[in-house]
């Protein structure tokens, strides 16, 4: 089986909803052209069918997309959902106690206010009256949000009792423990109102990038 261990290889979603303004500066821009381009021809399929977490749990690939951004279609990155099985039906995926895992490759830099204020956007899409957002938990999300750097890879990791584990590239760079946050950060991909509908799709495996 094609597997590979997590966080060595695919690590962290630091800007979790990146979407808006793509500003990285230009003397950035040139020292990342050549990998951006190298990313850029990678295809969604070349993830890994499965990866091994830090605690030993091994997580299949359920699907995988490309996250585009406006009328012309940026291409803003490589996104895959790792699940313990298979499974289509988002509801089920986000209701399940098992562990979970978003791996992104990052393709536009984003700078971190612009990652914050997409991540609260996102988080309050999909978490509409009735639902409360757990203030504690974004607030804690926020301030560990990096700037989004070209050719990062980065990794949320959803574990049982709503602990999540985020990372970027190898590094460990925060846990919050919240189940109810944990669903609604996670259905910010595959809930009613995800960044993406084309990568929701791709990540559930219904529809081939």
Known sequence: MNSRRLPNQFLWLG???IAAALAAPPTAQAQLRSEVQT????????FPAAVDLPDGKRLVLNGSGLRKYGMVGLKVYYGALYLEGREH????????????????????????DVSRDNIRENIERNCRPPCA???DSLRELLRI?????????????FGPEGRITIYRQDQKIG?????????????????????????????????KP
Do not use: C, Y
């Open 133 to 135: 957002i757990p203030q």
């Open 89 to 112: 039906r988002p509801e089920v995926i986000l209701d399940s106690p098992g562990h979970k895992a978003v791996v992104m490759r990052i393709l536009r830099g984003v700078n971190r």
């Open 39 to 46: 990313l850029d021809q990678l295809k969604v399929d070349e």
């Open 175 to 207: 846990e919050i423990v919240d189940a109810r946050f944990a669903r609604i950060l996670l259905s910010t991909w595959i809930g009613g109102a995800p960044v993406s509908e084309e990568l929701k799709q791709g990540m559930l495996g219904a529809k």
């Open 15 to 17: 800007a979790l909803l």
């Open 145 to 157: 949000t990096p700037h989004t750097i070209a050719g990062e890879s980065q990794t949320i990791i």
